[in-house]
């Protein structure tokens, strides 16, 4: 009779922290991931990072707070920082060898596996709001250049000019990268965007946004505008979004092989991400993830000396980081 008392308020309490889960929503955001330095950056400019990622922080959790859905938290929080000039994304992207700007961004939803992306994009100024589009109002995954912009048109985007894009620290790292004749992303400039968000309803959506590398040529395009490289979410397992030297990210297919862990080998979200980054390690690859689970356990792991990175979470728990 004991024993079938202990069994039953055994079966009762489990039951109760099943259904009563501590954390009720949670967002992770990347800036970027590369060779960082408290010396190399000044204390004013440290100040200038933390406070944009503090604000789309900000943005995102009260879309959270008030029970918007994950896809609106991801895209106004990375809508933020792609406006930021700081980051490699949106205002802030990097220039091509020609002198010109091409951005990629992708977004993922968990619950369907719906996903819209766009690549070698010149003339929208948020890159992440056209994919959503792509993956609502299109029977396509991912559209690129110029037949992104037709679609953006007709879904009554306002197109903009790239000079828009032009400020004066990215033109002087195309300038340094041309003397020396190389193609530089993460290992040493910084800034790519990306956010994973779950919401009340135990939605979890990722998104990534980009201008790639300073100096990349050929109509080259990274890991960031690909579902399973840069960016991937699946409500079963959780949502990740990559920064790094985009070549290797997509020929580990990154974002994807985290999910496979954790659905087939059960590793739990830390473990299967610092797995991911030891195999990017080994290839010779540098760059950054975050992820974040359907209980709100988050991961930003990394193998360059910093990477720009936050989180926030419905018990008001929050970090903000920028150094190992
Ligand atoms: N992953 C991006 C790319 O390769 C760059 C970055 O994250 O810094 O285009």
Redesign the pocket.
Same mark, same amino acid.
Request: contains cysteine.
């Given at each position: 009779m004991k024993s079938i008392l202990v069994l039953f308020l055994f079966i009762l309490l489990s039951q109760i922290s099943y259904s009563q889960p501590g954390i009720k929503y949670a967002m992770v955001i990347h800036g !970027?991931? !590369?060779v960082m330095s408290k010396k190399s950056m000044t204390a004013e400019l440290q100040k200038e990072y933390i406070s944009v990622l503090d604000h789309a922080l900000q943005v995102g959790d009260s879309v959270l707070k008030s029970g918007g859905d994950c896809m609106d938290a991801v895209v106004k929080t990375i809508m933020v920082m792609e406006d930021s000039p700081l980051f490699?994304a949106g205002k802030g992207a990097v220039f091509t060898h020609e002198g010109t700007v091409e951005l990629?961004a992708s977004l993922m939803e968990g619950k369907t596996l719906g996903a819209g992306a766009v690549a070698g994009i010149t003339d929208i100024r948020n890159p992440i709001l056209l994919a959503r589009t792509v993956m609502e109002k299109s029977e396509h995954v991912l559209l690129t250049g110029k037949g992104a912009s037709q679609f953006a048109v007709e879904q009554g985007f306002k197109l903009v000019p790239n000079s828009y894009f032009y400020t004066d620290k990215r033109y002087q790292q195309l300038q340094e990268l041309l003397k020396k004749e190389r193609v530089s #992303? %993460?290992n040493d400039?910084? *800034? %790519?965007v990306g956010c994973v968000a779950l919401d009340r309803d135990g939605n979890i959506a990722a998104g990534?946004s %980009? #201008? *790639?590398?300073t100096n990349?040529k050929y109509g080259?395009? #990274?890991?960031?505008p690909i579902i399973g490289a840069?960016t991937y979410a699946n409500n079963a397992t959780g949502g990740f979004s990559? %920064? !790094?030297? #985009?070549?290797y990210?997509i020929r580990l297919g990154f974002a994807r092989d985290i999910s496979a862990m954790m659905e087939y080998q059960k590793l739990d979200i830390q473990k299967a991400c610092q797995a991911e980054i030891s195999k990017l390690t080994q290839l010779g690859g540098t760059?950054g993830v975050i992820g974040l689970d359907k209980s709100g356990n988050i991961a930003m792991e990394f193998n360059t000396s910093g990477m720009f990175r936050g989180f926030i979470k419905s018990n008001g728990e929050k970090q903000i980081g920028i150094f190992k």
């Open positions: !970027g991931a !590369g490699n990629d #992303g %993460t400039k910084h *800034g %790519t990534t %980009t #201008g *790639g590398m990349k080259r395009i #990274g890991d960031s840069g990559c %920064t !790094g030297h #985009g070549e990210y760059g």
